[in-house]
């Protein structure tokens, strides 16, 4: 297995040095990029209270943070890496400061709302993932959310742009989540939706839910720059219709765990 320190390494390079720009993904690179971000955002504001104290750890650039900021929520964007976070810091509306999911610094019961949407996939090992995890509920009041994202093991695969040959590793990507080693994606593992559930009632969180969050389209969106809203909106009809089927989740882009501290 390939070293976390080393993943670690690499993700700095990957987000900061290589000028990565999340924002763009989410709404730019491809019509799945604002699916995702539109039924994330959706996912998250049907169960939160207004005016909410929202932790967005593993936030990038912030583009989830600024959204939460704009609707009312008082908002603390963490991330590891320091270019991502002064662009974060350029919204004005939040504040943000560097760190890890791992060791938050953060009071114990002093926030409504942990996101960890983005560090599970570059944590290679369960008992980090579940230090993460367990990380997010010290830091949460009594009944506070948790949404966590994960990468589905099928969809990584499916990327048709990816060329005519599967990965070398494939068959432990599937089998264990491994991420394959070739591409410059600094993954650590990738999830079924039925183990990402696990994962977060192990942890110790209640009323456990697991949505493929882009839904049955999401993989052909992927593969289009627009499309028109009249598409974008059937897509987000389906996801919201059918993204919680074990099937449908194992076959959208992203998973989303959402689960709530005693
Ligand atoms: C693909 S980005 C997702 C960003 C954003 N949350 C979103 O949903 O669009 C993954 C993010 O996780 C951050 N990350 C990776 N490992 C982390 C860790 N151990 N603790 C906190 N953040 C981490 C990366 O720096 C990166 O900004």
Redesign the pocket.
Known sequence: MVSQKD??RR??A???RSG?N??A??TGRSAQGSL??ER?QELIAERIRLGSRIA??????G??AAALADAGHQVIL????IE?VEKARAYGTFDAVV????ALPFEDNSIDVV?????L???AKRE?RLK?LHEAIRVLRSGGWVFA?AIPRLARLSAVSDGITLPTGWESLIEQGTPPESGRF?G?HFHTGAELALELTDAGLLQVEVVGVEGPAGLALEQLTEVDEDIRQAALTLARAVGGQPVVQDLSN?LLGMGRRA
């Open positions: 993943i670690d993700i700095q990957y987000y900061g990565w999340e924002a993904r989410l995702e971000f994330t967005d750890v593993g936030g990038a650039t583009i989830h963490l991330d590891p890496v991502q760190g890890d999911a791992r996101l960890v949407l983005g560090p996939y570059h944590l980090e993460a994202a600094p650590g992203h």
